[in-house]
């Protein structure tokens, strides 16, 4: 009564409501309850800096639906029982002081952000587990020798996150506080076909440094605008989530190029969320018909989506993929994004899962075509050379790379499982002018569009 009194001197609810809501009230659960909401109230409001309005909005929501179920036996419903009710079943969007800060395109109207990005984090990842099965599948019938492995791992998490997914199954706050996610490595090595390919799985939540969210040059030149470090001081650390599936795969033969993809999901507590990444390909020598190939099955699905999609994904990618100190691109492009979020957080799932599923389509064909090709010692020379300039890129120049390397919060053999086993530095190692191999290096230097 004392806490509902406050509430109604707070201007928060009405005498009557207040009145409704703690008459009903069991006293050991409901005074819990009532002081949940009250401390989520309050935090809203600014009164209690220690938690952050969507978590507090949760908080909130989840202390008024255990004033429901507590209050369910009364044969009357009163305004107040009435009031809570529609509000937990979105009918009507909860009070002004209590919407979420950020707009998230959600598309029910009253959809509260936490609910929302929970459903999307985890559709995310069902989505990522299951194009790891996918493609898994897909590459042990092409090579028909080796089988992946599998191995499963966890992190703690000293954060105090709000999410956690691990198994497909949503965990609560609580849970989440003492488990920093996980994920599924498989890799395949010494296979008839290729000498590595690892596909990773990752759900990670904790904190990581505001400067992670900094805008790059590459994000203002192609990004959206996303103001994700919108409400975070220089120095703060940033409480957030993710889900991402990242896979390399290296062939033996130097005619079979080697393929990469990453797609991954990012939200954090105040509210902010997006999706990035993006296929490449890397060729050791130029097949027009295959980057074709490549190029094209990603121009198809980007087209469904959005018009413009494909030539600002692809120029995206060239920019992304480039090794500055050696004023060349790693490879042969293909699509990359960042920030991604200007379309309902459902319709981009349904974009980044026809991304992810593409990938055995735009590859495998080049692998089947090339992999029996004859080669020689030169030939595989040349391919471990450009697998040196791969493994420049990844450790100084990717993203996802240095955030795991700098922030501890990646595994470590899970975010080297990109690295060749084998590859190969030369001094001043440049191919001879008419070979096919200065024919590519032309392309890496200067990039051009396929299709």
Known sequence: HQLAGRRVQEGWVSNDAAFSISKGMARSVMLFALSSASLAFTTIKGTAPGLR??????????????????SSKNKKKTSGHQLISKW??????????????????????????????????????????????HICAAVEAVDGGAAFKEDDH?????????????????????QARLDGGGGRTRVLANGNVFEKAGIALSVVYGEMPGEALAVTPDRKK??????????????????????????????????????????????????????????????????????????????????????????RFKA?????????????????????FDD???????????????????????????VRKHREDPFTQENKRWQQIRRGRYVEFNLVCDRGVLFGLQTGLGRMESILMSLPETTRWEYDAAPEEGTPEAEISKLFAEPRDFV
């Open 222 to 311: 192609h990004g959206t605008g996303n103001k994700r470090r919108e409400g975070y001081k220089k120095g703060e650390k940033v409480p957030f989530a993710s889900a991402g599936l990242s896979a390399v795969l290296h062939p033996k033969n130097p005619f079979c190029p080697t393929v990469h993809f990453n797609y991954r999901y990012f939200e954090t507590e105040s509210g902010h969320w997006w999706f990035g990444g993006g296929s490449d390909i890397t060729p050791c020598y130029l097949d027009e018909e295959d980057m074709v190939h490549f190029h094209g099955t990603y121009k198809e699905v980007c087209d469904k989506y959005d018009a413009g999609y494909y030539a």
């Open 88 to 133: 937990l079943k979105s009918e009507v969007p909860p009070p002004p002081l209590i919407t979420p800060v950020v707009d998230i395109h959600s598309e029910a109207e009253g959809e509260d952000t936490m609910d929302r990005t929970e459903a999307t984090l985890h559709k995310m990842e069902r989505i990522l587990r299951n194009a790891q099965d």
């Open 316 to 336: 995206w990618a060239d920019d992304y993929f480039r090794i500055p100190h050696r004023a060349e691109t790693r490879g042969l492009g293909g699509i990359f």
């Open 340 to 366: 991604l979020n200007d379309k309902p957080a459902d319709t981009l799932l349904g974009f980044v899962e026809e991304c992810v599923m593409a990938l055995p389509e735009a590859y495998l064909p080049l």
């Open 154 to 174: 966890t992190r703690e998490n000293t954060a105090g996150s709000h999410l956690a997914v691990i198994d497909g199954t949503l965990q609560t706050m609580e």
């Open 53 to 70: 309005p969507l978590k507090a909005s949760a908080v909130s929501r989840q202390s008024l639906k255990l004033c429901m179920s507590a």
